[in-house]
């Protein structure tokens, strides 16, 4: 205050008013004459012309009371105060009836002016009605969906499906609809938009109802109201689920005011006027200053006015508090009054001149009025200047945006003021987080950016693959000069953006100030408090429902957030060179486990905090001094089992948060030395908690060894961090991803401005009807392309702009060393919350996919680095034993899937030290049962893309015409194979004899279910398209049998690089398994051909009818994978292996030679010696692929087709007859192979191998298999010992 910075005290209870005897000793303290004309001159009234000093009535502080009731006078104040008006019926204080007059599920505020819809279309009216006269009401619509804003009778009726509107004597504006109702409907009026204020005027003279929009009439919306006995209007809404708005009947003074309208509340007129002349008696104390010395009053600017302590002015001051204070509780007032004399203030000076003034009336007011008159006020003030920033228009400059931000920094630069309102009112009363949005403008015009943008562009994008179809280099002169003026028009734009954005994070570093603890706790630790509960609510969603932040808000709250936290992050830094500068910012491990912050309810990586508390706790002690107290472990225990026994009387004096106990210093102490140390809740934390002293680390406690003693920072800005961190995860994310939608559209109606421009060229001159209509086209897509790119103009400088994707990218990093230093804890790093992995892998896909094409990531600083640290991270964390929670677990695995697909991160994966990369690949190679293999496989699929047989295409063939929904999705990028990948493959599967038999063997049964299911699910599907009556196929299901088919391409894929890679592992028969996986793989092959290559088979049927969602099921993708794994094993390698190979593909039983004359479009083989016959266009054929198979390609497709059928035919001819009872019992295709012991049972060696990789139990008798014979020695055996007998 300044009674303190002229380092002067004041009591205000030795300036309270007093007895008549008191007063007069204190008259004297200046001269009479001098305090006459003083007091003449602050409380003269300006109804009446001056008069000359000799005959006006002396002033003093005797007869000041008598001077200042004559003053304040009011005439015909007993008539408002009854609040009775002619047509009007009802209370005088109009709210939202929410006893009876409503319909649905609404929830109303506290003071029955605001509303949430939480039904399908619930309604509700007022308490009060009119018959008769002119009436106005304003509505601040909070969200922009579907509404019916008006009036009605008593009689309506309304339900979920009916509202205001649909029925007689009810009459609505719909702006979402941009429609009026009355049963019937028709349009009317404009768009209205979040932020707008409707105004609904009712004229029962005339018998005519209106609206207006911000102050623009809408025009008459109906006509020839039913009037008379018993028709009287309220004012009513009807709205859906989730949409909210504020009613102001009067209650405040109407921001949009109509002539001859009155609002349904009467506005406080005698007070009001009371107000207003007191005001004039502030303002005059504040301009004029006495001078005792020379006897005479001096003009002074109130901007220099100070209290000097002088007795004539605060007694003066004292005199009008009295009257004033009481007024200055009441809503209208502060906002007719008090806010419009500090908005003049602000309009009137400079910033610093405007926050002089602010500071002195702050001071007079906790001076001169009693507490609860100030916080009332302050409330109110608050409340008032927050309703006025978020439902100012925009106008070009933001005029009204700064105007009000500035007041409000005014404000909150006062000290006292700012800690009430931290405490009390900013997150508890207020969604204040309003005031760091900058809301979008629906209605570019309004918003004047015509003006500052006249020039419109953008971006021409049209390619398949997602890339730009023009580059830069390619435009032209006129496209060149229209970019550059557009984007002249975006800097402009932006400059007078960010002057809003300085001022947000202005009072976000007031709000963090840590260095105003003069008179009690300083402003960050309050902060601190609410923020913590307000993360808590949003990450809940159980807080009141107005309360919650939008994700719009939440994307500016966060950005102005983090500028505020790195300013005093590098200002800390600066006076203490051992601090880390804000580009090394980390969360501490420590933090995650030590208890001193709370996470609420939110998954750590380990699973819940009560389990990691059991099973950690050796380790807890261990490696970070910290022991977890007996009694709070049985009372979690006690919480897990839902116990309700009451707790021992020692654990009740535990309180719930304290979690953790300590033991300092870090050495091996005895249990004496251990010291307790207990976490507090946030709202009982102080400054030492947090920041701690110098035998506590406050939220650094716990500190293990590998992390330095030098702390990076306050601990209170760790605090901060940490929140921003969570604010990424609850909703910006989304939100960034939602504003990409304005560029879609954009691109979109580019593509359809461009198809109607070369239709116009290519249509004939002489279709005059035809030139119209595209003619009319063309104007409508240019004119809502103009209005999209100004408005992609605003969202590109307020979401996604240079310094916006910075934030992301610092909050990126800060993730990405969290991690690090959590890794290096061992087992203590299932203490970190989830959520930071989320936003690890959030915020890098949001810099790669959404800041584009205006900003890349590859320009930001330290790109490849930060590459590869987050490479490394997914590549040892994906398959992490510490992380046991399945969605993150399955994130992670998508995660890197997604960066194995493109160059720039599949080359950061390929530079993480080998034996990272070593592990990420052992981990793949895994066996697929018990986890999730899709997306393991996916993985090796994207590593093996590009090298396999015909496997070059970024699109399917047959979908190249199509246009892809998304052609920035992972799986259409062009190939990019991983060699170095694929070595450390090759080498794993050569390491020991079972890693490639149990991976093989795994890849082959998942092979075998999607296969399987594929098949069953195109039988349904076909025959539900064969029955007569109409039947819809479940798009589920499509979707399903799709990914199975998908599913089995992949799995064919990896099978073939292994193949590939490691051919010994089937080819090989001196490996135990290695003839065994190789006729299973024969026999998968041989039914996957079957099924797809077969005469008007099942699978051509279905591919025929181009079902919705089966548009990757075709011929190409899964006949060239399955010829690739035969071309690799019979037209490559040694001799001795395709001999092999071979023998057991003719082996099977379901191997047709027809099969493989299908890929090349032969119905049969052909003859010995004779050329392949060119193919039937009609049929497939691989020949028919020449931009995807080459021609070395085709040949050895040719010269597996030669070999296979000379082999087969040698094969028939040397064949035997085989008895029925020589065939294994359990294929019936092969003859007896093997015998079991010790049961004695026999099969083929195939089939016991097979099931001897699942299960030890015999085929028949269950017993135990304690070794396999062949069946010939055995036999042989047997006669010898007959013969011996």
């Not at 209870?13 to 008191?22: G, I, M, P, Q, V």
């Not at 050329?1171 to 010269?1199: G, W």
């Not at 001819?1213 to 009872?1221: D, G």
Request: aromatic share 8%.
């Amino acid at each position: 205050m300044a009674s303190k910075e002229s380092s002067m005290s004041f009591s205000r209870k030795s300036y309270r008013l007093t007895s008549d005897a008191e007063k007069s000793r204190v008259t004297g303290i200046v001269h009479e004459e001098l305090l006459n004309d003083y007091l003449h001159r602050i409380f003269s009234s300006p109804e009446h012309a001056p008069t000359a000093a000799t005959s006006r009535k002396p002033l003093n502080f005797q007869n000041l009371p008598e001077h200042l009731d004559q003053l304040l006078h009011v005439e015909d104040e007993d008539e408002e105060s009854q609040g009775q008006v002619e047509g009007r019926l009802g209370p005088s204080t109009v709210v939202l009836d929410h006893t009876g007059g409503f319909e649905g599920l609404l929830l109303v505020d506290d003071d029955l002016l605001g509303v949430i819809g939480h039904s399908n279309f619930g309604t509700i009216r007022s308490t009060t009605c009119v018959y008769k006269g002119k009436w106005v009401y304003e509505v601040l619509i909070s969200s922009q969906g579907l509404m019916q804003i008006g009036w009605c009778t008593i009689n309506c009726r309304f339900n979920q499906e009916e509202g205001v509107g649909d029925t007689h004597n009810s009459y609505a504006y719909d702006g979402n609809r941009v429609r009026k109702w009355n049963v019937t409907t028709t349009n009317y009026g404009k768009a209205w938009a979040a932020g707008d204020i409707v105004s609904c005027l009712i004229d029962l003279d005339d018998g005519t109802l209106s609206f207006c929009l911000n102050g623009v009439s809408l025009g008459t919306a109906f006509e020839n109201l039913s009037r008379g006995l018993g028709m009287a209007y309220f004012p009513a809404i009807s709205l859906s689920f989730k949409e909210s708005v504020a009613f102001n009947f009067g209650s405040r003074p109407l921001r949009y005011p109509v002539a001859g309208y009155r609002p349904l509340q009467d506005p406080p007129h005698a007070d009001l006027v009371r107000a207003q002349k007191l005001l004039g008696c502030f303002r005059a104390v504040l301009s004029v200053e006495l001078d005792p010395v020379e006897g005479r009053l001096v003009e002074k600017d109130s901007s220099e006015w100070q209290l000097q302590g002088q007795p004539t002015v605060l007694l003066t001051l004292a005199h009008i508090f009295h009257r004033f204070a009481p007024l200055l509780r009441k809503v209208y007032l502060v906002e007719a009054v008090l806010m419009s004399f500090l908005r003049g203030v602000v309009d009137a000076g400079s910033p610093a001149q405007a926050q002089s003034v602010v500071r002195q009336v702050l001071d007079l007011l906790w001076l001169f009025m009693e507490d609860y008159e100030v916080q009332d006020c302050l409330k109110q003030l608050m409340m008032s200047l927050l309703r006025l920033y978020r439902f100012s228009p925009i106008v070009p400059d933001l005029g009204l945006q700064i105007h009000y931000l500035r007041l409000t920094i005014a404000i909150l630069r006062h000290e006292k003021s700012r800690k009430f309102l931290l405490s009390n009112v900013l997150f508890d009363v207020l969604r204040s987080v309003v005031f760091f949005y900058i809301k979008s403008p629906l209605r570019v015009e309004e918003a004047g950016l015509q003006e500052l943008i006249p020039t419109t562009w953008w971006p021409h994008r049209s390619g398949r693959e997602g890339k730009d179809s023009k580059d830069v280099k390619d435009e032209t002169a006129e496209e060149r000069v229209r970019r550059r003026a557009y984007e002249r028009g975006c800097q402009r734009l932006k400059k007078r953006i960010e002057v809003v954005e300085e001022l947000q994070v202005q009072i976000l570093k007031l709000l963090l100030n840590n260095k105003d603890d003069n008179g009690g706790e300083a402003s960050r630790y309050i902060f601190l408090t609410k923020f913590r509960k307000f993360l808590q609510e949003n990450a809940s969603g159980r807080g009141n429902m107005s309360m919650l932040c939008p994700p719009e808000y939440m994307v500016c709250f966060l950005h102005r957030l983090i500028s505020a936290l790195r300013y005093y992050w590098d200002e800390y830094k600066a006076s203490n060179p051992h601090a880390a500068f804000s580009e090394e910012a980390y969360i501490p491990p420590q933090v995650f486990y030590n208890g001193k912050v709370d996470y609420f309810d939110l998954q750590r990586l380990g699973g819940l905090l009560s389990h990691l508390r059991k099973t950690l706790k050796d380790d807890l002690a261990s490696k970070a001094n910290i022991l977890i107290d007996p009694l709070e472990l049985q009372a979690a225990t006690m919480d897990d089992l839902d116990e309700d026994e009451e707790p021992a009387p020692a654990a009740a004096q535990v309180p719930r948060t304290a979690a953790v106990s300590l033991m300092t210093p870090r050495r091996p102490l005895s249990t004496s030395e251990k010291v307790k140390v207990r976490t507090l809740s946030a709202e009982q934390r102080t400054r030492e908690d947090i920041e701690g002293s110098h035998w506590n680390e406050g939220l650094l406690l716990g500190r293990p060894p590998e992390e330095p003693e030098q702390p990076l920072t306050e601990n209170s800005l760790l605090e901060v961090l940490d929140g921003a961190v969570m604010m990424y995860n609850l909703s910006v994310h989304q939100q960034l991803g939602k504003m990409v939608g304005v560029s879609d559209d954009v691109n979109e109606y580019a593509m359809a401005l461009r198809d109607t421009e070369d239709k116009l060229r290519r249509c004939p001159k002489r279709r005059n009807d035809i030139l119209a209509e595209l003619t009319k086209s063309q104007k409508v897509f240019s004119e809502k392309l103009d209005h999209l790119s100004r408005r992609l103009a605003w969202v590109h400088a307020t979401v996604y702009s240079q310094e916006k994707m910075l934030d992301i990218y610092w909050l990126l990093r800060v993730c990405l060393r969290t991690v690090e230093h959590g890794d290096r804890t061992g087992s203590l790093f299932a203490f970190m919350p989830e959520f930071y992995l989320s936003v690890a892998i959030n915020s890098y896909s949001a810099l790669k996919n959404y800041f584009g094409p205006v900003h890349s990531m590859e320009e930001l600083p330290g790109y490849e680095e930060t590459l590869t640290r987050l490479a490394a991270i997914l590549a040892k964390h994906f398959a992490d034993t510490r992380i046991v929670g399945t969605d993150i677990r399955d994130s992670l695995m998508q995660a890197l899937a997604s960066y194995v697909c493109y160059p720039h991160s599949l080359r950061a994966v390929e530079r993480i030290p080998e034996e990272q990369r070593v592990a990420m690949v052992r981990s793949l190679l895994a066996p697929y049962e018990q986890r999730p293999w899709a997306q393991t496989n996916w993985i090796l699929v994207r590593l093996w893309r590009g090298c396999g047989f015909g496997y070059r295409y970024t699109r399917l063939p047959h979908l190249l015409k199509t246009k892809p929904e998304d052609a920035n999705l992972p799986s259409l990028q062009k190939p990019c194979p991983s060699t170095l990948l694929q070595q450390h493959m090759a080498e794993l599967l050569r390491e020991g004899p079972d890693v490639a038999p149990s991976f093989l063997n795994s890849v082959l049964n998942q092979l075998n279910w999607a296969f399987s299911e594929f098949i069953g699910m195109i039988q349904e599907i076909q025959q539900a398209a064969e029955r007569l009556e109409r039947n819809f196929v479940d798009s589920r299901q499509l979707k399903v049998c799709a990914t199975c088919f998908d599913l089995s391409v992949s799995l064919l894929r990896v099978l073939e690089m292994t193949i590939t890679l490691v051919p010994d592992i089937l080819l090989d028969w001196a490996r135990p398994t290695s003839e065994m996986l190789l006729r299973r793989l024969a026999q998968l092959l041989n039914q996957v051909l079957n099924r797809v290559t077969a005469e008007r088979n099942l699978f051509d049927r279905v591919v025929t009818l181009r079902l919705p969602g089966l548009e990757s099921v075709d011929h190409y993708p899964i006949l060239v994978a399955v010829t690739g794994i035969l071309v690799r094993l019979l037209a490559h390698g040694p001799a001795s292996g395709r001999e092999r190979a071979t023998s057991v593909l003719l082996a099977d039983p379901c191997f047709q030679l027809s099969s493989i004359c299908y890929l090349l479009g032969q119905p049969e083989p052909p003859a010995p010696g004779t050329a392949l016959p060119a193919p039937d266009r009609k049929r497939f054929s691989l020949q028919s692929y020449t931009d995807y198979i080459s021609a070395e390609e085709l040949a050895q497709v040719e010269q597996m087709l030669a070999h296979l059928t000379s082999a087969s035919a040698q094969a028939a001819a040397a064949s035997l007859p085989t008895s029925e009872e020589d065939l294994c019992p359990i294929c019936y295709a092969h003859p007896i192979s093997a015998v079991f012991q010790p049961c004695g049972h026999k099969s083929c060696k195939a089939c016991i191998n097979q099931h001897l990789m699942n299960n030890k139990d015999c085929f028949f008798c269950k017993a135990t298999i304690v070794s396999v014979e062949d069946w010939e020695k055995a036999a042989s055996a047997s006669t010898t010992t007959s013969s011996a007998a």
